[in-house]
């Protein structure tokens, strides 16, 4: 991911690394996604921090060669965002994209590690607005009475790679599976949002870059709204 050029990945510009056999028209059409994810990302921040470039496959090949592990997309701290052919929509751009912003407004490494995964995630869904993902799946997933993951149990990075397997949640993306661990995760910051509104976010990552626990932070921002 580090020099994706030296990985036989065309440059379209610092911003964008492509696959050789993208055609004109794909570049372009890869160019207005990011832009329109974008956009996506400024509405909710109010403002971007960040400027990550991409790096965005066709094929399966190029996949493996950045270690996708079958995911659509991911970001690498703030520094870069990788899309296969499934991931190449404003949706994924501003969910990855968040992430990113996330990770720079918490202040880097060191305290983003520090934030639990279900609120990384959850921003990260309400940013995004996917319909797999939404309210109206929550309700489905209530309505079917699925089992659901506690919070606690979304905290590490394994926690949420055990929660995804535990509840089906693959990255082949089975049809008809509710996507309950995201969705889990949405519901909650939703929850936190209707209180706290997006400068709540900025909030609690403002006091996590300043040494703050998240646990701290959160009950700061939300005991202003809890009744
Ligand atoms: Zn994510």
């Not at 996330?102 to 995630?121: N, S, V």
């Amino acid at each position: 991911m580090w020099f994706p050029k030296a990985s036989g990945m065309d440059e379209v510009d610092p911003q964008l690394y492509v696959e050789p056999a993208m055609s004109a028209q794909q570049r372009h059409e890869v160019q207005r996604q990011i832009n329109a994810g974008r956009a996506v990302v400024e509405a909710f921040y109010g403002e971007i921090t960040t400027k990550p470039y991409f790096v965005a496959c066709l094929t399966a090949e190029c996949d493996d060669r950045f270690g996708s592990y079958g995911q659509r997309a991911a970001a690498y701290g703030d520094l870069a965002i990788r899309l296969s052919a499934k991931g190449l929509s404003a949706p994924v751009i501003a969910h990855e994209w968040s992430h990113a912003e996330l990770y720079h407004r918490a202040g880097g490494w060191w305290y983003a590690r520090k934030i639990p995964r279900w609120f990384d995630e959850g921003v990260a869904v309400v940013v995004a607005n996917e319909p797999r993902h939404s309210e109206a799946n929550w309700r489905e997933i209530e309505r079917h009475g699925l089992p659901i993951p506690k919070i606690d149990e979304l905290t590490s990075f394994s926690d949420w790679g055990a929660a995804v397997k535990k509840y089906g949640e693959t990255a082949g993306d089975v049809p008809g599976n509710l996507h309950v661990v995201y969705t889990t995760a949405g519901h909650q910051v939703r929850a936190f949002l209707s209180c706290a509104g997006p400068t709540g976010v900025a909030t609690v990552l403002g006091a996590v870059r300043s040494g703050t626990t998240f646990d701290d932070a959160y009950a700061m921002v939300t005991e202003t709204c809890a009744h």
